[in-house]
């Protein structure tokens, strides 16, 4: 082994080691701690063993087949959604959210990056610096993501092999393999905008927990299945810039289409769909089926007997309108769930109300119940 490798390796194994031990100690590494611990490995690094420039001829296409396959991943993510349910996000947009959630993360993920494509450029395709490079970034990642609570039973170990573990590795082998082959930029692309866009997003599906487990483990093993397909094919630079306009006009599609589903089901649009989840409505709306609600701007033109969407408790509640109160001009309303007896024991405002449903697509969305409920 040459000399080179030999410090790169005893410099990665002490670094695993420390991130091993301040595994028992959350406190130690944490938000901005994480970054300046990275950015003091990164000056490390320089000094010990120099750094080299990102320039690689495939960072181009292979940032467009990553937004594709990502297009694509929120199409199909959204649109399951629809099936499994949405939940609201938490809102970071503000002063405290921005400065310890999202500002930390993204710069978190830009230097850990950097960090990783310079161990990977200095192993010089050493399958076993690769390999402990990737074991590096696994056990950063894993840095508080447990506590003593976590070996407590053979379920709660198994709970975090498969909810934390397996999807930090799977998410890691594609990171690295990314680097390895392209430099940092690719990376950065797809690991701020998998790691970022809950912050930006009002609503995104909310499968349970160990469907979600399943979709972070597979989705990024697709992509490595397609990127290796992708370098496996030789082109010459003519062939690559012809590929390359191809693929860009291909973007413009899926982009549409991911906007408009994030948007119809955020609630934003005109329309916008949910699931119903119980069977107060039976029978003219089951458990189970998808309804389209539409907006009212005036709520004092929503006539009795229609079917309106509401806010109550922070739940959505789709009954019929049965009574109206003018008290000292407000206006109150009151439902009743056609299969219920008697008229809901609460008063619905004007702004508690989201609009009228008339449209309704049967039994698309009983997964969603069933997951739920299980």
Partial sequence: MKKGYKRLLIFE?????????????????????????IIILLLMFKFLFGF??????????????LIIYLLIYFLLYYLSGIVLSFARTTNYLHFNGLLNVVIPTILLIIFKEILRYMMLRKSEGSKMLIVITCVFFIIFDLIGTFSVNTFYSLYTIFLYIAITLLPIISRNILCTY?????????????????????????????PN??????????????????LYKYFKREKDEKVEREYSKKRIGGLIIPSLLVIFLVYFTSGYFYYHAIVIASGSMTP??????VVVIEKIPNKKDIKIGEVIAYKHEDIIVVHRLVK????????????????????????????EIIGIVNIRIPYIGYPTVWINEL
């Fill in 178 to 206: 990314i680097s390895y082959k392209t430099g940092y930029k690719p990376v950065w692309l797809y690991s701020l905008i998998i790691g970022t866009y809950s912050f930006f997003l009002p609503i995104i599906p909310n």
């Fill in 284 to 289: 003219n709306i089951l458990k189970g089926d």
């Fill in 209 to 226: 927990k160990y469907i979600y487990s399943v979709v972070e483990l597979v989705i990024p093993m697709i992509y490595l299945y397609f």
């Fill in 13 to 37: 194994i002490i670094l695993i080691i420390l991130f091993l031990l301040s595994n028992f100690v959350p406190s130690i590494l944490s938000n901005y701690t994480k970054i300046l611990f």
């Fill in 324 to 351: 109206k109160i003018i008290v000292d001009g407000e206006v109150f309303y009151y439902t009743k769930g056609d299969a219920n007896n008697g008229i809901d024991k609460y008063k619905i405002t004007e702004d």
């Fill in 52 to 65: 080299e420039k990102d320039n690689h001829r495939y960072t181009k296409n292979v940032c467009i087949e």
